[in-house]
């Protein structure tokens, strides 16, 4: 029996099989970078926060109820809800935002 008509089918087969496996490849490279970035921006965000409590430590800043602190990156915006506690958001060039309150003890309150 001929059956040279299969071969057609079985290359169409072929590449459909194959081009799914190049797009699903693509796909998991593009989530990875996706992630990636993601958590770049969350260390650098954690990173300015520290820094902010760290400034905030050392300053003195008992008249203000806001504040904030410009960095290469991004800035971070301060709000005082008591003696000892700061609401703070960080927001990146890149639109990144982040939220986090800083509480002090007494004794390592600011000045």
């Not at 990875?32 to 003195?60: C, G, N, P, R, W």
């Amino acid at each position: 029996m001929n059956q040279k008509g299969a071969l057609l089918p079985t290359a169409l087969v072929f590449l459909i099989l194959l081009t799914l496996l190049l797009l699903g490849t693509l796909k998991i490279y593009q989530n990875q970078f996706e992630q990636l970035q993601v958590t770049k921006d969350h260390y650098q965000a954690k990173t300015m926060i520290s820094l902010t409590k760290k400034k905030l430590k050392e300053e003195s800043h008992e008249n203000w109820t806001k504040g904030k602190f410009v960095f290469q990156s991004g800035e971070v915006e301060i709000v005082k809800q008591d003696a000892y506690q700061f609401a703070v958001q960080t927001t990146l060039k890149n639109s990144y935002q982040e939220k986090e309150n800083i509480q002090f003890s007494e004794k390592e309150q600011p000045n």
